[in-house]
């Protein structure tokens, strides 16, 4: 991205050629040069403001194709997972800015912005995307609940990823992955031209691709869900199974003991399930009895390991 240097001239491309045409029409109204080529504003040169005033200003010239070329700068989850890439990731439940920087930093694949336990909502995600983004880090919304409302505020912002609690049966899959989608495919409500996942607007393959983008993940976390597990993996359009062993543990009367015998054993019935259905990748997270390392042996394939 262009730095406040090289602002002395900034050429927009089709999106402002009507602003250019106005502007140029009421030059005499507003003072602007009657010889506007490519928006060379005078505000925008920081020549006084310059600390190294020998230093030649660029001229920076901000076009679609560049802005389209930023987003392939580090692959999606999903072809990663396509690819046999084992994720790992962390949980932010602080919707500190900072800290998802740092995670960033760290070389953590993604992170779980986590609206069901965190404190924070939307407009407290935000910041954390654009820390993330910044590192070229993957960024995953974990909802509070699994609602149409949430699910559309959400996508807007432009997440990787989106994670849906409490998924008991088939029916509440279909019904997350129908909050995913805009009509016809699902009932997911459109505003694509104006919010942050389509770069406001300025990406114009948003519609044609977001679908193959967007890795959707169901927590299953009780016994009902673990009961039904083969049935959630197969819905069509759930990528990704995310295991809950704590609130697996309350459901079925080990709140305080998730290592229990009987728990783990779920687990593990769990997570032959998923890895033999073939559909839908396996996701988890480090337990004291249950490390990054044993996770992976029994095939995980996106672990978090951290909360922050």
């Known amino acids: 991205m262009a730095s406040l240097l090289q602002l002395q001239a900034v050429s927009f491309s089709s999106s402002s050629c009507s602003l250019h045409k106005t502007l140029t029409a009421q030059a005499p109204n507003y003072g602007v040069h009657s010889r506007i080529s490519s928006f060379h504003f005078s505000f925008l040169r920081p020549k006084s403001l310059t600390p190294f005033p020998n230093v030649k200003l660029l001229k920076t010239t ?3 194709a560049a802005r389209d070329d930023t987003s392939s700068f580090q692959p999606s989850l999903k072809p990663r ?7 790992y990731g962390i949980f932010l439940l602080s919707f500190s800015p900072t800290l998802a920087e740092i995670a960033g930093l760290a070389g953590y694949d993604f992170a779980v912005v986590d609206m069901e336990h965190g404190h924070g909502g939307i407009s407290d995600a935000l910041p954390c995307l654009h820390a993330l983004a910044a590192t070229s880090t993957a960024a995953i919304i974990r909802l509070p609940e ?3 409302s949430w699910a559309k505020k959400a996508l807007d912002l432009g997440p ?4 849906f609690p409490m998924i008991d049966d088939a029916k509440s899959a279909h019904e997350a992955v129908s909050y995913c989608r805009f009509p016809p495919s699902g009932i997911r409500g459109s505003a694509h031209p104006l919010v942050r996942a389509s770069d406001y607007g300025t990406n114009a393959g948003y519609i044609s691709t977001y679908e193959e983008n967007l890795l959707i993940m169901c ?7 673990v009961k039904n597990i083969d049935e959630i993996a197969a819905v069509d359009g759930i990528d990704c199974i995310q295991m809950g062993p704590l609130d697996l543990s309350a459901s079925m009367g080990y709140l305080w003991d998730p290592g229990h015998k009987k728990v783990r054993a779920a687990m593990d019935e769990a997570e032959k399930s998923v890895l033999g259905s073939g559909k839908a990748y396996l996701s988890g997270f480090v337990m004291p009895h249950d490390g990054a390392t044993a996770l992976r042996q029994r095939g995980y394939h996106m672990v978090s390991g951290a909360a922050a």
């Open 219 to 225: 927590q299953v976390e009780s016994e009902a869900a």
């Open 81 to 87: 997972l396509k690819n046999g890439e084992a994720l």
């Open 146 to 148: 699994s609602s149409a």
């Open 160 to 163: 990787q990823g989106i994670m």
């Open 62 to 64: 901000v076009t679609a």
